[in-house]
C-alpha cells in the first residue's frame, strides 16, 4: 500500500492489442474483481504475475500453548533492513473473523464511506485519487479461515491521466482491528499497463496484515503489508489524539505513524476518525484527502452556483469544440460568477484551490484559442465542480457524471489522433464504470458495456472514426441517464 506508486519507463510496455482485448473480454460482466480462485491479473490485464509460491518463514513463531491464541508464523525478512523488535509488534497473534464486513474501527472505516478524494503532487505534477467502496466482496482463504473482505477501489491520476488502479481488499477482525487482505494493482504509463508488481494475496503470497489496530497507541508496530519479495511495509504509531486540520474544519483524535519500507525509505502518515488515511508525505510528494462521503456530506440541496458550474463548463466545452470563442468566453465569465458565489459556501479548501486553478487554465487557453487544452481545462473545471456535489449527491450519480467526463476527454484525443491518450481513456472509462454499473437497470447496463466494448475494439484497431462514434454514443447515453 505504499502510495503514490511510481513506475520506470524502462519497464517493458504492454503490447496495446493485448492490453485492451484483455480488458474487453473482461467487460462483459458487471463486476470486474476476479472472484476468490481466480490471479488478480486474470480480470484486469497486466504484463506479469505474483509467483505463486509464499516467502519462506520463521520457525520461532508457531501455534500457542493449549488455551492460548495462535501466532502468525512470521516471513523473513531481507538482510539489512532495520525493523522493529518482535516485542513492540501488535500484530503477531492470529485474528479471528466472526463479522468481517462491518468495518467499524474510526481510524480505518472503509464500511461506511461511498467515496474518497485525495488531492496532491507527486513529481511536482496535479495528482488525484478517487477511492470507492465497491458493492460486493470478495472471500479470502487464509490461516483456515475463509474470510469475506470489502473490496475497495483505489484510482490514481497523475497529470490529468491514469496512473495506477488497485483493488483493495479488507476484513475487521473481532477485536476490532482492520485486516488487509491483499490488492490488485496495475500501473500505468502513456496509456499503457506497465507493471502489476505489488500484486499480492494473503494466504498465497503471505499472511494477511494488519493495517490499523483497534486501539492504537504510542510505540506499537505493525505490518500494514507483510510479504517481503512481493510488498513490505512496517509502521511505527508515533503519536495519538492528535488535531488535525480536516476539509470542513478541525478533527480531534488523529493517528500519526512512520512507515518502513522495504527499500529502506520511510515517510509519515496521519490517520483521522471517520476518514481513515488522511495525508501521506514523503520524497517532496504528497496525498492528502480533500473530502470524504457520507463523512462530510450534509442534508442540504446541492448549490446552483454548483450545478451551474458543471453545466456551464460542458457548455464551454461544446463552444470550443464548435470554434465559437466569443461563447466560450462568454461561459467563462459565468462560470467565474459562479464560482464565487458556490465560494461562499462551506467548500473544502483544498478542492477550492484545485478549481482555482482549472478556471485559470481554462481561461488563458481560451484566450490563446488553444482549442484541445481550452476543452480538457473545461474538464477539469466540470470535475472540480462534480467533486464538490460529492457532499449532497449519491456517490454513483457522480461516478455517472466522471464517466461521462472520460467519453469527454476521448472525443479530445481522438481528435488530436493521441492514441495514448485514448487507450489511457478507455481504461478509465472501463474502471469508473466498476463503480455504478450495478445501479443501472438491465437494458442499459448491456447497451453502456456494448457501447465500452465498441470502444475498445476501436482503439485495438486504431479506427478514430469509430472511437468518435462510440465515445458520443457514451455520452449521449450519460445524457439520458441522467435527465
Given at each position: 500500500m505504499n502510495r503514490p506508486s511510481h513506475v520506470d519507463r524502462s519497464i517493458r510496455v504492454l503490447s496495446l492489442a493485448v492490453a485492451i482485448a484483455l480488458v474487453t473480454a473482461a467487460c462483459g460482466a458487471t463486476t470486474p474483481v476476479p472472484s476468490p480462485s481466480s490471479s488478480a491479473a486474470s480480470t484486469k490485464p497486466g504484463p506479469t504475475e505474483a509467483p505463486s509460491i509464499a516467502p519462506k518463514t520463521t520457525s520461532s513463531l508457531a501455534p500457542g500453548p493449549s488455551g492460548q491464541p495462535a501466532t502468525i508464523p512470521q516471513p523473513i525478512v531481507p538482510p539489512g533492513l532495520e525493523t522493529a523488535p518482535e516485542r513492540a509488534r501488535v500484530d503477531l497473534?492470529?485474528?479471528?473473523?466472526?463479522?468481517?464486513t462491518a468495518i467499524t474501527n474510526p481510524l480505518f472505516p472503509v464500511s461506511k464511506q461511498a467515496s474518497v478524494l485525495m488531492l496532491g503532487h507527486v513529481d511536482g505534477k496535479p495528482f488525484r485519487t478517487e477511492v470507492t467502496l465497491?458493492?460486493?466482496?470478495?472471500?479470502?482463504?487464509w490461516g483456515g479461515q475463509r474470510v469475506e473482505t470489502l473490496v475497495s477501489q483505489y484510482c490514481a491520476y497523475l497529470d490529468g491521466r491514469i496512473n495506477e488502479i488497485a483493488y483493495d481488499l479488507y476484513a475487521q477482525a473481532d477485536d476490532g482491528s482492520v485486516w488487509y487482505f491483499g490488492e490488485d494493482v496495475f500501473d500505468f504509463v502513456d496509456g499503457a499497463i506497465v507493471t502489476t508488481e505489488g500484486t499480492w494475496?494473503?494466504?498465497?503470497?503471505?499472511p494477511a496484515a494488519m493495517i490499523m489496530?483497534?486501539?492504537?497507541?504510542?510505540g506499537d508496530v505493525y505490518r500494514t503489508e507483510n510479504s517481503p519479495g512481493f510488498v513490505f511495509e512496517e509502521v511505527t504509531v508515533k503519536a495519538v489524539d492528535q488535531p488535525l486540520k480536516g476539509p470542513l474544519g478541525p478533527i480531534a483524535g488523529g493517528l500519526s505513524v512512520l512507515e518502513l519500507h522495504s527499500d529502506g525509505t520511510t515517510e509519515t502518515k496521519s490517520f483521522a476518525p471517520g476518514y481513515g488515511e488522511f495525508r501521506t508525505a514523503g520524497g517532496g510528494d504528497l496525498e492528502a484527502l480533500a473530502l470524504a462521503v457520507p463523512t462530510d456530506s450534509n442534508a442540504g440541496r446541492t448549490p446552483a452556483a454548483l450545478t451551474s458550474l458543471s453545466d456551464g463548463a460542458?457548455?464551454?466545452?461544446d463552444a470550443i469544440g464548435t470554434g465559437n470563442w466569443a461563447g466560450a468566453s462568454r461561459g467563462v465569465a459565468a462560470l467565474k460568477r459562479s464560482w464565487t458565489s458556490a465560494r461562499g459556501g462551506s467548500v473544502p479548501p483544498a478542492v477550492a484551490s484545485v478549481m482555482d486553478r482549472n478556471l485559470r487554465a481554462l481561461d488563458v487557453a481560451i484566450g490563446a484559442r488553444r482549442s484541445l487544452r481550452a476543452r480538457s481545462a473545461s474538464i477539469e473545471v466540470a470535475r472540480s465542480a462534480f467533486d464538490l456535489q460529492l457532499l449532497t449527491r449519491p456517490a454513483t450519480e457522480i461516478d455517472v457524471h466522471r464517466f461521462d467526463l472520460w467519453a469527454a476527454q476521448t472525443q479530445i484525443d481522438v481528435a488530436a489522433h493521441d492514441s495514448a491518450g485514448v487507450t489511457a481513456d478507455v481504461f478509465a472509462l472501463d474502471y469508473a464504470r466498476d463503480r455504478f454499473i450495478q445501479t443501472l437497470d438491465?437494458?442499459?447496463?448491456a447497451r453502456l458495456n456494448t457501447l465500452l466494448n465498441d470502444l475498445q475494439v476501436a482503439v485495438v484497431e486504431d479506427d478514430m472514426a469509430t472511437a468518435r462514434t462510440a465515445s458520443s454514443g457514451l455520452r449521449r447515453m450519460v445524457a439520458?441517464?441522467?435527465?
Open positions: 497473534v492470529m485474528p479471528t473473523f466472526s463479522n468481517p465497491l458493492p460486493f466482496t470478495r472471500i479470502v482463504d494475496q494473503a494466504g498465497r503470497d503471505g489496530p483497534a486501539q492504537p497507541k504510542v460542458m457548455v464551454v466545452f438491465p437494458p442499459s447496463s439520458e441517464l441522467t435527465r
